[in-house]
């Protein structure tokens, strides 16, 4: 079975623009969550989305969306992209409230 | 606000000694989870506590829940350098959220 997958896994850009993280969660997984890694913050819960729903959201501004699509994937969107938002941004996926599956992550560095 | 916190932070040790790894955290949850990850690495998921007592064991590795005292460890025995790595604990809240601690740089040495 194939595990998650992220696109794209490096991603370069510069303040003020935007980007879109994308993740495929494993087949029949219907829960997909978003996390950010920072050296200085740790893993910090994002949002958690289910059956196209989102259904938990962490404390992160409103520059930071996400969605689901009807085949269980997931984006996630930074706008206005700023210096702290370089980081690596990690999706799980899992088939009920129990073992969360990680993908490779998307490495983002903003200049 | 949930807290997980865990101690030691860096965690050097010589292969064949036993060691543990502490993860206390600050609110009721009935899931509590130790995940690897290797230098830039993604996460791999290691145990999942699901009841208080619970005990789960992977070869050198064997982890423990202790929910009233809201406390999980994760004990080492006899280290080899293939356990290096940084190991985190985290706590599952409501359904997929799960809040990390600060994780545990273990470097095993010969």
């Known amino acids: 079975k194939a595990g998650v997958t992220q696109t794209p896994r490096y991603l370069i850009k510069t303040r003020g623009q935007q980007v879109t993280l994308s993740c495929s969660p494993i087949?029949?997984?219907?829960?997909v969550s978003w996390y950010q890694q920072t050296p200085g913050q740790g893993l910090q819960f994002l949002f958690e989305y289910f059956s196209e729903t989102q259904r938990n959201k962490g404390n992160f501004p409103g520059r930071f969306s996400g969605r689901q699509f009807s085949n269980s994937r997931s984006e996630m969107n930074v706008s206005t992209l700023e210096l702290g938002d370089s980081a690596l941004y990690l999706c799980?996926?899992?088939?009920?409230?129990?073992?969360?599956?990680f993908g490779p992550g998307t490495r983002l560095l903003v200049l | 606000e949930l807290k997980v916190e865990q101690n030691p932070l860096f965690l050097s040790m010589q292969e064949g000694k036993n060691y543990t790894i502490y993860c206390n955290y600050s609110t009721t949850s009935d899931r509590l989870y130790w995940y690897r990850q290797d230098p830039g690495k993604s996460l791999e998921s290691l145990f999942v506590?699901?009841?208080?007592?619970a005990v789960k064991q992977e070869g050198r590795l064997m982890a423990s829940l202790d929910t009233k005292a809201r406390l999980s460890t994760l004990h080492i025995t006899a280290a080899v350098h293939d356990l290096s790595a940084t190991y985190f604990c985290a706590v599952g809240l409501g359904t997929d959220k799960l809040i990390f601690g600060t994780g545990t740089r273990l470097q095993v040495f010969p």
């Open positions: 506590l699901l009841s208080n007592g």
């Open positions: 087949s029949g997984h219907r829960s």
């Open positions: 799980a996926s899992s088939f009920s409230s129990e073992t969360q599956y």
